[in-house]
């Protein structure tokens, strides 16, 4: 099979996924009843189709609620209604999502169950309602704003940026963010659990990420002044935030600035790039929370076997097209990774030369294989995560 031959069947298997989907009964159903489920448990959603497709079709951005907590479900319920339509009126074109939590839990966004929820949810969108798989952005407020923290490291490769809100990140790591920009906001008084010191805690956290790696981890983060756990950061007019986030966490000293904090202007300036150069992959990353999730791939690799939870894992991998080879710069990772390919990625007709972190070399000639399409596009139920070619690492 040649380069030719395989882009003509990849787009061949994407057109007969989607005739498959809209043929299948129960995916039109839950798409129509606007629940997922998934586990035992239910994953309710309102959805808001809101002026005409853009170039690749819609963007979607998806609103985290509230609540969080229990023992009843009435607080949730609350906070859902609310979030369906906190930022929508930002939105000029797009699908605007706002899901229930499937638990009444401080993690009600990010169960087990939660994770294959949001990739069965993101591969309906893209069938059902023209979503451009590359603007799925993820947004949240209080409980929202942790699933936010949450959810983005564990399936960056969904998104295309994230915003969060007066939440607070449970020592999660970011280093997955390579790619996926995001906003950090709060109050000032937002003591409540300490989510104001920390949101400037993970500022510095992500200013020392971005300074180690400087082509990445792009972020924002606003403090509103006089603020306590409610802000505006879905108004049209300028808002008042701290100048000098450092500054104050140290001293205390509060300076002031005007700026647009509007969450939807800052998700809709970026883009994902599904097959970017260089990825840094911590696949533990809350492992415990996704275990649920068939999906154990990251942009193009792919975690073959059991990751230990927590166990520090990490692969930093980039592509070399010019001399066709992967360049593994680092790998503590316990469990082989295998790289996904396709033609344009690198050339697939030449032999492909592995450098690992020793200075070892290994040189290879790949095959371009119909299961491998098969396989991928069945694991996430996009078309720029086809692929057919793979190969594994020593």
Partial sequence: MNGL??????????????????????????????????????????????????????????????????????????????????????????????????????????????????DRLIENLIVFNGADPNRIYLLGYSAGGDGVYLIGPCMPDRFAALHMSAGHPNEISLANLYHTPIQLQVGIH????????????????????????????????????????????????????????????ATGLVTRRQVDSNAIHFLQGFVRDPLPKRLIWEPCVRLELQQERQVRSFFWLRAEGQVEPEGGEKIVVRLDEGQNRIVVESNTCSVPITVLLKDGMLDLDQPVTVQYPDGREETRLLERSFETMQETLKERGDMNYIFSASLTLN
């Fill in 190 to 249: 937002d003591d409540a659990y300490d989510r104001n010191h920390v949101t400037v805690q993970y500022q510095k956290y992500l200013d020392r990420l971005q300074n180690e790696e400087p082509d990445g981890y792009v972020h924002n983060v606003y403090v509103h002044v006089d603020k306590g756990h409610g802000f505006r950061d879905n108004s049209m007019e300028d808002q008042t935030v701290l100048i000098d986030n450092r500054a104050w966490l």
């Fill in 5 to 118: 031959e395989a882009q003509q069947c990849m787009e061949q298997l994407w057109k007969k996924h989607c005739e498959e989907l809209y043929a299948d009964e129960g995916r039109r159903a839950e798409a129509k009843a606007q629940c997922l489920t998934y586990g035992g448990v239910s994953m309710r959603y309102g959805m808001s189709v809101i002026g005409e497709p853009q170039e690749g079709g819609y963007p979607v951005y998806i609103a985290l609620h509230g609540g969080g907590y229990g023992p009843t479900p009435d607080i949730n319920d609350q906070q859902w209604e609310f979030m369906s339509r906190i930022y929508k009126g930002s939105v000029q074109s797009g699908i605007y999502i706002n899901p229930r939590g499937v638990r009444d839990t401080w993690d009600t966004h990010a169960n087990p169950e939660s994770y294959p929820l949001y």
